[in-house]
């Protein structure tokens, strides 16, 4: 997890062992009581959840954006559907809104940037990591967020992150 004087972690594990990583990010996350958003950008939220409960995981405190179900029309109440990756504005304001009303300590969870690489350009996908950090900063949050060992991923985003985490 995040150390204590550090906001902005970045987990680089590869693509077999971080769903592992993710799952030990949200319990320890879960078990000190945050406040977590969860952006999905590798499983639909539906997915997350069912597995969170299998795992004895509570997700009462657990709001989840799914970027890639579309069910757009759906309404569930600790989950924001966006219609895909793509809309990056729309993922911020979501982000951001959630963190604005979350009572107490919390976090913000991107279970894939590299994932993301896929839907948008890479300058693009990194001014919007920089952007989307430092409104998390603003809001007193902490953030995580995941990417398999990618060199020119890595090498955009990796200067916006206060520690990173190699697996």
């Known amino acids: 997890m995040i150390k ?8 680089i594990s ?14 320890k996350i879960s078990e000190e009581k945050y406040g977590l958003v969860y952006l999905c950008i590798n499983q639909s ?24 179900s579309q069910n757009r029309h759906e309404t569930k109440d600790n989950v924001v559907f966006i219609e895909n990756p793509k809309a990056l504005t ?17 976090a913000v969870l991107v279970d894939s940037l590299s994932t993301m690489m896929i839907y948008t350009e890479l300058d693009r996908l990194a001014r919007y990591t920089s952007s989307i950090i430092e409104k998390i900063r603003l809001n007193d949050a902490k953030t ?6 990618e060199k ?16």
């Open 144 to 149: 995580m967020m995941f990417a398999i060992p």
């Open 90 to 106: 729309k993922t911020s304001i979501a982000i951001n809104t959630a963190l604005m009303h979350m009572p107490g300590k919390k």
């Open 45 to 68: 939220a539906k997915t997350v959840i069912d597995k969170m409960k299998k795992q004895k995981i509570a997700t009462d405190k657990i709001l989840f954006i799914d970027c890639i």
């Open 14 to 27: 590869s693509p077999a062992g971080m769903q592992k990583k993710i799952d030990e990010a949200v319990r």
């Open 152 to 167: 020119s991923l890595l090498n955009k985003v990796s200067p916006f992150f206060d520690e990173i985490i190699k697996e």
């Open 4 to 11: 204590k004087n550090k906001n902005a972690c970045l987990i």
